[in-house]
């Protein structure tokens, strides 16, 4: 059983997967480079957890194990007992490949260093280790504690026994596996490509409005949140990357075809949630989201 957990990157995803690895009892080193995100996410697990406490689903006891478990840290030099590390920094290969070379220098030489892209391709990533055995991916989808599933991805490279150690620990973290091909956007993202990429080009051609597309989408559709509201939540500068890296990746099949909707509103600062201000305001004091 894997204990000793590095997770590079306090956003959105890496303070979601340190509260999983918490929650399931391992001990999580979280790092990043901003001291702010790593406050951010300090406050916002405290939040989390209130509420969690709140609905019955844990005890304060409880609360305070996940919180101590959890080491927030600017520094990677803390890394060296980890067992298994877990990159969930920007989507930009060259930073990431940076970040894996620089913590190969620091691990032990049987840490699985895994990779939380959504649309990268694991095999460029893991070239950059000596031992490119043992980079895996390992792809959470947004919550990270609430989503159940969780893809992992081994690269040409990826040896059995770091991809058989990696599906026991995620379904240990009372996950489910889906084990996919090293190939852009893997099996969720790809399918969800033409999901948001309509639902624009609907909007972009004057059909039906953000609002008009979402009610449709939740209503006759029967999915939970309608494809704007989706990118708002996930972050529209996030969504964009990813469906530009699948674009590219397909050797700019159209079907893939980003949209400047989207792409302006990433250039605007228009997000989504995490800025107050996507397709539909989400600033404090608002009654609820409007376009
Ligand atoms: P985010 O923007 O919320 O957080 C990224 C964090 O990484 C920031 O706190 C930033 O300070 C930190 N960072 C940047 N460069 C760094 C470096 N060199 N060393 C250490 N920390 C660094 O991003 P988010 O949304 O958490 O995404 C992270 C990764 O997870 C990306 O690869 C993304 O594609 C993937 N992902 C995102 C999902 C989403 O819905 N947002 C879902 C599944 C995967």
Request: charged fraction near 25%; aromatic fraction near 10%.
């Amino acid at each position: 059983m894997i204990e000793n957990i590095g997770i590079i990157g306090a956003g959105t995803m890496g303070s979601g997967i340190a509260q999983v690895a918490a929650t399931a009892g391992c001990k999580v080193r979280l790092f990043d480079t901003s001291k702010s995100a790593l406050e951010n996410a300090e406050r916002s697990l405290e939040k989390i957890l209130d509420r969690l406490i709140e609905k019955g689903r844990i005890t304060s006891e409880e609360k305070s194990r996940i919180q101590q478990s959890i080491d927030y840290t600017e520094s990677l030099s803390g890394f060296s007992d980890s067992e298994l590390v877990i990159e969930a920094i920007v989507e930009n290969i060259d930073i990431k490949r940076k970040v894996f070379q620089e913590l190969e220098g620091i691990v032990s030489a049987d840490c699985i260093i895994a990779s939380n892209t959504s649309s990268l391709s694991i095999a460029s990533i893991a070239a950059v280790l000596e031992n490119a055995e043992r980079c895996i991916g390992i792809h959470f989808f947004n919550p990270a504690p609430l989503m159940k599933l969780v893809e992992v991805i081994p690269a040409i490279q990826t040896s059995e026994d770091v991809l058989e150690r990696s599906v026991e620990t995620i379904k240990a973290w009372g996950k489910t596996v889906a084990v996919a091909k090293d190939t852009p956007g893997f099996i969720v993202n790809r399918v969800a490509r033409p999901f948001y990429g309509e639902a624009l080009r609907i909007y972009e051609e004057g059909i039906a409005d953000f609002a008009t597309i979402d009610h449709a989408m939740k209503t006759i559709g029967g999915f939970r949140m309608g494809p704007f509201e989706l990118m708002d939540f996930i972050g529209n500068d996030v969504n964009y990357t990813v469906t530009e890296t699948v674009f590219e990746a397909f050797y700019y099949d159209p079907r893939y075809k980003p949209a400047f909707t989207q792409k302006r509103f990433s250039e605007a600062g228009y997000l989504g949630r995490k800025t107050g201000k996507g397709y539909y305001n989400y600033a404090e004091g608002a009654v609820k989201p409007e376009p």
